[in-house]
């Protein structure tokens, strides 16, 4: 995908005026985009529209109007951006029970090696890389960013018509799998062919 630069932002006032309708724009979007794997792992499939907004929240939130600010954020979030053939995501642990935080997080250590996170279409498989720096040996982060490298043939099973993909973890304490909605796939399909 296209990096984004300064001039796919709205000013501040632009953006100020016209948050209302944009945020119930991309709401829908990341719900297009988001999906529960599980009662822990909710993923949210990145793409130029949604780190975009993530970018303007951030400068309106901080209050950034320097460029050289704007950059760095743009720096940040161009990172995640899915390549060309690959799929990117932000992998998100969420635990509602203030208790039981430190425990849950803690069971999911090793969550980010080896062949643990997957998605699956018919026969092919593709699987998650994390972005380093996310886990220590002990301690493990609540947010993860991964991409999937998508073969031409993982591809080719994706764009025929009823193709069933599902999102699968094995973990030794944390084994699901979640079958993707079709308006899922639609996305992934825009993405991979963008």
């Not at 209302?20 to 793409?47: D, H, M, Q, S």
């Amino acid at each position: 995908m296209k990096p984004l630069t300064q001039s796919d932002l709205l000013s501040h006032a632009d953006y100020e005026a016209q948050r209302p309708t944009y945020r119930k724009k991309i709401i829908a979007l990341k719900n297009r985009r988001r999906i529960e794997v599980g009662p822990f792992v909710t993923l949210l499939f990145e793409n130029r529209e949604t780190l975009s907004s993530q970018i303007q929240e951030m400068v309106r939130v901080e209050r950034i109007f320097e460029e050289s600010k704007i950059q760095d954020e743009l720096n940040v979030y161009n990172a995640i951006l899915p390549q060309p053939g690959e799929l990117s995501a932000t992998l998100m642990i969420e635990i509602t029970d203030d208790d039981q935080i430190k425990k849950t997080l803690d069971s999911f250590q090793g969550l980010d090696r080896s062949d643990t996170l997957s998605i699956q279409v018919g026969r092919e498989t593709a699987y998650a890389q994390f972005e380093a720096g996310h886990s220590k040996e002990d301690k493990i982060s609540a947010v993860h960013f991964i991409r999937f490298a998508i073969p031409q043939t993982f591809l080719q099973m994706l764009q025929k018509d009823g193709a069933n993909a599902s999102i699968h973890i094995i973990h030794e304490n944390y084994v699901v799998e979640t079958q993707v909605p079709e308006e899922m796939t639609a996305e992934w399909l825009k993405d991979l062919e963008s």
